[in-house]
């Protein structure tokens, strides 16, 4: 397993478009022990192992070496080529141009499966995929081109991923929500990006933007 393993890792976070450090946010790890993995002194536990075959879309045999069948763990798929009642089919949206009514074929990029495990608590109705376009929210766990599920709902909670249209744009950003009481504070989580929170008095909140919905589930899927 060590001789492959670490050559894995190595070719697949580049083929990600991911730094030593990108990945060690990601698994909550320092680059130092990435690059331990990549150069082969040593190696990632079982649970690492795990979620590295997660953010990269492949299964573990392959990570590991056992097969050379890279098998992704998430397709897309057309709507027309649904054949059975039991798959459950969620819409990938659109993040900027947005028809005024979110979920809306108009909007609609491509559509996905889901793990209905993952959604048995929520009306697939008022479920939707956006994919990340950028590394903003890479600190929360969250890289470039992951896709976030997300529950169409109005109220969130401090900390709470949300999606959000700000007003007078027709784009959707992505963002950590925080109630500091007097102020909102729409929360980046990459500070390597120099990008500026948004700051609202609670006051007049409603009137700068509106909350979409609350990010439910991340999946990683890199092309």
């Given amino acids: 397993m060590k001789n492959k393993l670490g050559i894995r890792i190595k070719e697949l976070r580049h083929k ?5 450090k990108d990945l060690g946010l990601l ?11 990549e ?7 079982s649970m690492t192992i795990n979620q590295l075959a997660k ?16 098998t992704p763990r998430n397709q897309l798929v057309h709507k027309d080529s649904i054949k059975t009642e039991n798959n459950v089919i969620i819409p990938i949206i659109e993040t900027k141009d947005i028809f005024p009514t979110i979920i809306h074929e108009n909007n609609t990029i491509e559509y996905k499966e889901a793990n209905p495990l993952d959604i048995k608590d929520y009306q697939t109705s008022t479920l939707f995929y956006v994919q990340a376009q950028d590394n903003m929210m890479l600190e929360a766990g ?20 949300g999606i959000f ?19 909102i504070i729409l929360k980046g989580a990459n500070p390597s ?13 409603n009137q700068k933007f509106f909350i979409v919905g609350k990010a439910v589930k991340v999946e990683y899927k890199f092309k």
Avoid: C, M
């Avoid at 953010?55 to 890279?70: A, C, E, R």
């Avoid at 969250?142 to 991923?161: C, G, R, T, V």
């Fill in 16 to 20: 990600s478009k991911l730094s030593q």
């Fill in 142 to 161: 969250i890289p470039k081109d992951a896709y976030i599920l997300f529950h169409l709902q109005q109220q969130l909670k401090n900390n709470d991923i």
């Fill in 27 to 37: 698994l909550n790890v320092s680059q130092v022990a990435v690059y331990k993995w």
């Fill in 165 to 183: 249209k700000i007003n007078n744009t027709e784009q959707l950003i992505i963002r950590k929500y925080l109630n500091q009481e007097d102020f």
């Fill in 193 to 205: 990006l120099n990008e500026p929170d948004l700051i609202y008095r609670s006051s007049e909140a």
């Fill in 39 to 45: 150069k082969q002194q040593t190696e990632p536990d």
């Fill in 55 to 70: 953010i990269f879309g492949v299964s573990i045999d392959y990570l590991i070496g056992n097969t050379h069948d890279p």
